[in-house]
């Protein structure tokens, strides 16, 4: 299928979202609630999926090609919802997003979650919770330093959380086991706020404050981010110009019901249509009626 025609006004194309499976979809959530009137289009590059534990190489190479994929489709602000993919590639995205006709803005998930931390916390001890790949790129570390530089960040990998919770798997005493053990250092540290650096983190919120205790501050990216790209649409007179509601829409690089079954769960509102997407044969897409 080819690429939609251009809308004649800028403020009228879709906001993208991009992420390696379906955990953006929390973040998804919190922009269609607080951005009802805007267009969505959301691609998940399930075919790839994990992020985690992939080189800074991989993670620039994938997000650039999705950023191509989504420029297609008319994209007028590009939100980076893979912590693993903003640590890796935001400098190459933006630098690239900025080379368009409209210049379209790189939001990503890292620096409002940084910001938000350091704020909520009040003994200047912050864990994050995080995939390998996102840990590594040290990005957490230099935006929460751009905000406080005498707060401390305690950082924990957690290569197995997000693919079990991708896989739809039950919420068992595995998952109870695997999350004690990747909390223990951050109780071990005192920490007052944790961030959860990976968008599917917050569906095993529940399980993680108990474990970390009610003391304890978690900080998700969803609703900082929604403000920042709000702001964004604002200043550069880019907001929808319609009244009511926006359409949201959905690629996926795998399996269309796999990401529909889960994908419910994620964003807790029914999924529109969903196409498969070939990042490699972009003219060979075929639309799956919802």
Do not use: W
């Amino acid at each position: 299928m080819a690429a939609p025609s251009s809308p004649p006004d800028p403020r009228d194309r879709p906001i993208a979202v991009f992420d390696s499976g379906v955990g953006g979809l929390t973040v998804l959530h919190e922009l269609l609630v607080r951005l009802p009137h805007e267009d969505f289009l959301y691609l998940g590059d399930t075919a790839r999926f994990p992020y985690g534990d992939r080189s800074t190489e991989e993670l620039e190479q994938f997000a650039l090609e999705i950023a191509e994929a989504l420029l297609r489709r008319h994209a007028k602000l590009l939100v980076v919802a893979c912590n693993s993919a903003a640590g890796a590639a935001l400098p190459a995205l933006r630098s690239r997003m900025m080379q368009t006709t409209l210049g379209v803005d790189v939001i990503a998930v890292i620096t409002p979650e940084a910001a938000r931390a350091v704020g909520a916390t009040r003994n200047g001890r912050i864990g994050l919770l995080a995939t390998p790949a996102t840990v590594a790129s040290g990005a957490y570390d230099r935006a929460v330093a751009a905000v406080d530089a005498f707060v401390e960040l305690i950082s924990v990998p957690a290569p197995d959380l997000a693919p079990l919770i991708q896989a739809g798997s039950e919420f068992d005493e595995r998952l109870v086991d695997m999350v004690r053990d990747y909390v223990a250092p951050l109780r071990a540290a005192h920490v007052d706020t944790v961030i959860l650096g990976c968008t599917h983190y917050p569906l095993v919120r529940p399980l993680l404050q108990r474990m970390l205790g009610p003391g304890v501050a978690i900080v998700t990216s969803g609703a900082a981010l929604a403000r920042q790209v709000e702001h964004a649409l604002r200043s550069r007179n880019l907001s929808a110009t319609r009244s009511g509601e926006g359409d949201y829409r959905f690629l996926c690089t795998a399996d269309v019901e796999s990401f529909r079954a889960l994908g419910t769960r994620f964003l807790q509102m029914p999924l529109g249509e969903v196409t498969h997407v070939d990042l490699a044969l972009t003219d060979h897409e075929a639309p799956i009626a919802s």
